[in-house]
């Protein structure tokens, strides 16, 4: 129903930047809460971020607080993470979920997954 592609992961240095981007497919984007959630190296999946429908709240892991933000521009149905003061602990496969309800994304369990993209954080 929904197809969402991530971009924008690379390779920066602590206290750097990085952008992520997800594209959603089909007119029904702004029917969906939006969320970005990592996976590192022999981790579990944690929750990152997510968005309400209309961006009006969103929400966050600790260990991101002050340093993320996530933001939606529905007309070009896509979603953004800002990378702030990056560590090395940011190291990540990051991928970006949807769904109706923002409560199963920050639940862990969005019905729509990206495919994910890489961030590494060096030293």
């Known amino acids: 129903q929904v197809q969402l592609v991530e971009s924008g992961g690379g390779l920066v240095q602590a206290g750097g930047s990085l952008r992520l981007s997800c594209a959603a497919s089909g007119r029904t984007f702004s029917d969906n809460a939006m969320g970005w959630f990592r996976q590192g190296p022999v981790k579990e999946r944690e929750f990152v971020a997510a968005?309400?429908?209309?961006?009006?709240?969103?929400y966050y892991t600790d260990s991101v607080k002050g340093r993320f933000a996530i933001s939606r521009d529905n007309a070009k149905n896509t979603v953004y993470l800002q990378m702030n003061s990056l560590k090395s602990e940011d190291t990540a496969v990051y991928y970006c979920?949807?769904?109706?309800?923002?409560?199963?994304?920050?639940?862990?369990?969005?019905?729509?997954w990206g495919q994910g993209t890489q961030v590494t954080v060096s030293s």
């Open positions: 968005i309400t429908r209309t961006g009006g709240s969103s």
């Open positions: 979920a949807a769904d109706m309800s923002i409560n199963r994304i920050r639940s862990g369990v969005p019905t729509h």
